[in-house]
């Protein structure tokens, strides 16, 4: 074989080794892995990006966007491009509705760019589990971000999901992002980290006293007042649900089991975190309460 041959022979088996890797990594899920999640306008000015995570807000500005949540660390950059899909203008702000990594996973990215806001007991929940990424910014009861003359509210209306939740609330929108104290099939009470669903009753009551027409839900689907109004309302049934099967003798290893219902959507999803991973504090959550 010629020299030249022998060069053109090197470089056609390094390329096609670079071309195996980058579609190994690909494939795999690794870094370069895009196109799992899509971008959709929800009002003017505002969009969700959905797929797997939690859902993000995109609120634009004339001085920057606001996001609420960032998924999983892997999202980080395809984030970014969808974002640079719909305006010129960088992330400024973040809002971490709470500290689970499906929402807050890409914290330590946007750290780099952005300021990254969350509730004290959102960042201490994800001190504890040793996440990285922790936000900078921390409030109480409320905070503003005000950017390119438009204000995003953030409000903490109690228990529910967890102790850290945060409503944040477009008022010119009339629109929130209730995060993970809105799911489109089940909700998950996360009592390891302070959540509560007698606590949560209340802080959708106070979701309901907003002035909004459209919520965005952590998963699932855009949601209106009557379907949030219907969340609440099914926090309510469910409760009431086990309460009086537990007055009825229920043991805590039936619970999952006896609380099916056909009325209750969330009983009915077998695949829902409410059935897999909530009942058993939810039982003692509801036996505690009527001792």
């Not at 899920?29 to 990006?49: C, F, M, P, T, Y």
């Not at 899909?85 to 702000?93: G, I, Q």
């Not at 939740?165 to 089940?186: N, W």
């Not at 229920?250 to 609380?259: N, T, Y």
């Amino acid at each position: 074989m010629g020299k030249n041959n022998l060069v053109q022979a090197l470089i056609s088996r390094a390329l096609a080794s670079c071309l195996c890797t980058a579609l190994t990594i690909a494939v795999s899920g690794g870094a370069v892995a895009q196109d799992r999640l899509n971008i959709s306008e929800v009002k003017d000015g505002l969009h969700v990006i959905t797929g797997p995570g939690g859902n993000i807000g995109v609120r634009l500005t004339p001085e920057g966007v606001i996001l609420i949540d960032n998924k999983f660390p892997q999202d980080f950059e395809e984030i970014r491009s969808l974002v640079a899909d719909v305006t010129d203008l960088p992330v400024r702000y973040v809002i971490n509705t709470h500290h689970h990594g499906d929402h807050s996973g890409s914290n330590p990215g946007f750290l780099q760019i952005a300021e990254v806001i969350a509730h004290r007991n959102a960042r201490e929940n994800m001190l504890r589990g040793n996440q990285e990424g922790l936000p900078r910014t921390i409030y109480t009861e409320q905070t503003s971000v005000i950017l390119g003359g438009i204000e995003v509210q953030v409000f903490h209306l109690g228990r529910g999901h967890t102790n850290g939740d945060s409503v944040v609330y477009f008022p010119d929108l009339k629109t929130v992002h209730g995060g993970d104290l809105l799911h489109g099939i089940a909700p998950f009470i996360d009592y390891a980290n302070g959540g509560s669903s007698r606590g949560w009753v209340g802080t959708m009551n106070n979701i309901l006293a907003l002035d909004f027409n459209t919520a965005i839900p952590g998963h699932g689907e855009i949601m209106d007042r009557r379907d949030v109004l219907n969340f609440r309302n099914q926090m309510e049934a469910v409760r009431a649900r086990m309460a009086g099967l537990i007055r009825g003798g229920l043991s805590i290893g039936d619970a999952s089991d006896q609380i099916i219902d056909s009325d209750l959507s969330w009983t009915q999803a077998d695949n829902g975190l409410f059935m897999q991973r909530s009942i058993p504090g939810f039982y003692n959550e509801i036996f505690t309460e009527i001792q």
